[in-house]
C-alpha cells in the first residue's frame, strides 16, 4: 500500500465527518426512533454502499488510465454521455442550495442566541 492510498482512506474518513453526516444521523433518531447507534451504523453502511460504487467507477481510470468523459462516450455515445454531465451539473445546483440553507440556519441561530 503506497502512501497515497493512506491519503484517500484518510480524505475519504474526513470527508464524512461534517455537519451534514450529523444531520442525517440526527434525522434518523427523531423520524423512525432509532437508537443513536442505530442511526450511526445506518449513515456509515451508506458511506460503504456508495464508497463501493465509486471504487467500481473509479478503477476503469485507473487500471488503464482512460478519464470518466472517454468511457461514458465508449459506453453511451456522444449524445449519452451528456446524461452524467446534466445529472451531476443539477445535483451539484441542489447540493449547494442544501449547503446554503444549513449555513443559512447556522448563521441564524448564531445571531439568535447571541442578541436575544
Not at 66 to 85: D, E, K, N
Request: charged share 10%; aromatic share 18%; net charge negative.
Amino acid at each position: 500500500m503506497d502512501i497515497t492510498d493512506n491519503h484517500q482512506v484518510a480524505f475519504w474518513i474526513a470527508d464524512s465527518f461534517n455537519i451534514n453526516t450529523w444531520m442525517i444521523s440526527s434525522a434518523s433518531i427523531i423520524n423512525p426512533g432509532l437508537a443513536w447507534w442505530q442511526s450511526w451504523l445506518c449513515v456509515w453502511i451508506g458511506y460503504a454502499i456508495a464508497g463501493g460504487f465509486i471504487v467500481l467507477t473509479g478503477r476503469i481510470g485507473a487500471k488503464y488510465h482512460i478519464a470518466f468523459p472517454v468511457v461514458g462516450r465508449a459506453s453511451f455515445g456522444i449524445w449519452g454521455s451528456l446524461w452524467p454531465v446534466l445529472n451531476r451539473s443539477v445535483m451539484a445546483c441542489v447540493w449547494y442550495g442544501v449547503q446554503s440553507w444549513i449555513g443559512g440556519e447556522y448563521s441564524w441561530q448564531c445571531m439568535e442566541s447571541t442578541f436575544d
